[in-house]
C-alpha cells in the first residue's frame, strides 16, 4: 500500500487558486475543529493536527506554495484544475456531526472469522481418561464496547471534509480511488474514540476456553471447539477454535493395550519381608502393599486401575518389580551376607535349586 502522501490543499479545504488569506481562515477554522487538547489527545486528532499544520506552513509561504504546487502539478495533473468541490469542502465540515458511513458491516469479504489454530499440551492423566482442558487463546475480535465501530459516540466525530464523507480520494492520472488519509477511509473523522480498542474497532481478546478431550486421545488428535475463533467484524460468523493435541509424557507410565505398566524398583529387604510402596495411578499416587510371600513373583496386577476401553471397563495396572540390589557393599558386608547364605542352606533358593536339577539332565559339552 502507497503512503499516504496528503494534499494540503484538500487538507486545508480550499481550491489550488486560494488565496492567502482563504488559506489562513481555512487553517483557523480546521485547528478549532481538531486541535488535539480539545479530544483529550486523540491519536486520530493529533494525526489530523499535523496534517493541518504542515498544510499551513506548505502554502502559506509563497516560495513553498509555488515550490508544492510544481510537485503537485506532476504528481496529479487534474488537480490544478479549477476543483468546484474544493469550494465546498469546509461546507461539509459545517454539517458535522453525522453517522459513520462506513459500518462495519458494510466491510467486503468477511462473512466468517479466522480459525484459530493452537497446540496444546495436556497432561498424560487427562489424555487416557479425558476431561476438559483448558485452552488459553488470544485473538482478535470485534470490540464488544464499540461494537466495531471504534467510537462510542458516533455524533461526535465529524464528516471527513477530505474526502466529503467517502473514504477515499481520486487522484493522479488514472483518477485511482484511493483510501483517505485524513479519515483512515472511514469517511468520518474519529475524534472521540473509544477507550478500550482506541478506535480500532478491534480488541484483543484474552481467555481460556474450555476444550473436551475424549478418553485415550492420542498426539496429533485435532480437536474443534465452534464459534471459538476471530470475530473480524460485527455480524460476521466466528471461526473456530482448532487445536493439535500435544501429549504429556509420563514420568513412569506406560501404555500396553489396555493395560498401563509401572516399573517399580524394590529393594532387597522388600523382596523378601514384603513393605509397601508408592505406585502413580491416573487417579494419583497410591500405596501399594508387597505381600510376605511374594516370592519369585516379579509383576503385580491392580484390576481396573488401567485405560478404558469403549465399553466403560478398566484395563489392569501392571506393577513390573525390578529387584535393586546393592553393588557397593563393603568385604565386611559381604562377609555377613555369605553367612546368611550358608545359614540358610541351597533350600533357601528354590528357583536356583530347581535350575541345577533341570541343568543336571542336559547333555555335557561335547569334547
Ligand atoms: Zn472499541
Ligand atoms: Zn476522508
Given amino acids: 500500500m502507497d503512503v499516504y502522501v496528503p494534499d494540503h490543499y484538500r487538507v486545508l479545504g480550499v481550491a489550488v487558486a486560494a488565496d492567502a488569506s482563504a488559506i489562513k481562515d481555512a487553517y483557523r477554522k480546521l485547528s478549532r475543529v481538531y486541535h488535539p487538547d480539545r479530544h483529550g489527545g486523540s491519536a486520530r486528532a493529533t494525526t489530523c493536527f499535523q496534517y493541518i499544520s504542515s498544510a499551513h ?17 506532476l504528481r496529479d495533473p487534474l488537480r ?21 458511513k462506513r459500518r462495519p458491516e458494510a466491510l467486503p469479504g468477511a462473512d466468517r472469522g479466522r480459525d484459530l489454530r493452537v497446540r496444546h499440551e495436556v497432561s498424560f492423566e487427562l489424555a487416557a481418561l479425558g476431561g476438559t482442558a483448558l485452552v488459553a487463546v ?3 475480535s470485534v470490540c464488544g464496547t464499540c461494537r466495531g465501530q471504534g467510537t462510542t459516540e458516533p455524533a461526535r466525530n465529524p ?48 481467555q481460556q476456553i474450555g476444550v473436551a478431550v475424549p ?48 516399573a517399580v ?18 487417579e494419583g499416587i497410591e500405596r501399594l502393599t508387597l505381600p510376605a510371600d511374594l516370592g519369585g513373583r516379579r509383576e503385580l496386577r491392580v484390576v481396573g486401575r488401567g485405560m478404558l476401553r469403549a465399553d466403560g471397563s478398566r484395563g489392569a ?11 557397593t557393599l563393603s568385604e565386611a558386608d559381604c562377609a555377613i551376607v555369605r553367612d546368611l547364605h550358608a545359614n540358610w542352606g541351597d533350600g533357601a533358593f528354590a528357583a536356583v535349586s530347581d535350575y541345577a536339577r533341570r541343568l543336571a539332565q542336559c547333555a555335557p559339552k561335547s569334547p
Avoid at 532387597?268 to 510402596?277: C, E, H, P, R, S
Avoid at 495396572?317 to 553393588?327: F, Y
Fill in 57 to 73: 506552513v506548505e502554502l502559506s509561504d509563497p516560495l513553498r506554495r509555488l515550490n508544492y504546487d510544481r510537485q503537485l502539478l
Fill in 80 to 100: 490544478m484544475v479549477e476543483d468546484p468541490r474544493a469550494a465546498q469542502a469546509l461546507d461539509v465540515l459545517d454539517l458535522v456531526v453525522r453517522r459513520i
Fill in 138 to 140: 488470544s485473538y482478535d
Fill in 159 to 206: 464528516v471527513c471534509h477530505v474526502c466529503q464523507g467517502k473514504g477515499t480520494v481520486k487522484h493522479g492520472l488514472r483518477r485511482t480511488n484511493d483510501e483517505c488519509g485524513f479519515c483512515a477511509g472511514r469517511g468520518a473523522v474519529l475524534l472521540a474514540n473509544c477507550p478500550d480498542c482506541s478506535g480500532r474497532g478491534i480488541a484483543r481478546i484474552e
Fill in 215 to 262: 478418553p485415550r486421545a492420542t498426539a496429533g488428535l485435532v480437536l474443534r471447539a465452534r464459534g471459538m475463533g476471530e470475530t473480524p467484524a460485527l455480524g460476521t460468523q466466528p471461526g473456530d477454535l482448532v487445536v493439535e493435541l500435544a501429549v504429556a509424557p509420563h514420568p513412569i507410565l506406560a501404555i500396553d493395550g489396555d493395560d498401563l505398566v509401572a
Fill in 265 to 282: 524398583p524394590i529393594t532387597w529387604l522388600q523382596a523378601i519381608a514384603g513393605g509397601t510402596v508408592s505406585v502413580p495411578t491416573l
Fill in 317 to 327: 495396572l501392571r506393577v513390573r518389580l525390578e529387584l535393586d540390589v546393592p553393588r
